[in-house]
């Protein structure tokens, strides 16, 4: 089973750019689906984005379409959500999660889970 640690979290001002890692580790990476999730204060933990294994096919909320991109290195056990046009209801720990097999849009689908990175996004 991996494990997931992720990275580039920070403070930015709306319109502007972030972009999140997560790296994984061990060697069956290539066989993870990736997600990424984000929980803001108060709310459940929601949909961000989602990769196949082989990274050809991607998944996005409608709240992020256009906005974020998210990749995988397979040869470097990382994906990388790439945010920009950031809005302040993008603010939230954003967290990084594997499963075997096939990308949902669920958290419950989702069986390794990163630690989580802060993203705040001022107006």
């Known amino acids: 089973q991996v494990q997931l640690v992720e990275s580039g979290g920070g403070l930015v001002q709306a319109g502007g750019s972030l972009r999140l890692s997560c790296a994984a580790s061990?060697?069956?990476?290539?066989?993870?689906?990736m997600g990424w999730f984000r929980q803001a204060p108060g709310k459940e933990r929601s949909f961000v984005a989602a990769?196949?294994?082989?990274?050809?096919?991607?998944r996005y909320a409608d709240s992020v379409k256009g906005r974020f991109t998210l990749s995988r290195d397979n040869a470097k056990n990382t994906v990388y959500l790439q945010m920009n046009s950031l809005k302040p209801e993008d603010t939230a720990v954003y967290y990084c999660a594997a499963r075997l097999g096939f990308v949902v849009l669920t958290t419950a689908g989702y069986t390794v889970w990163g630690q989580g990175t802060q993203v705040t996004v001022s107006s």
């Open positions: 990769i196949e294994r082989s990274g050809v096919g991607t």
């Open positions: 061990g060697r069956t990476f290539a066989g993870y689906a």
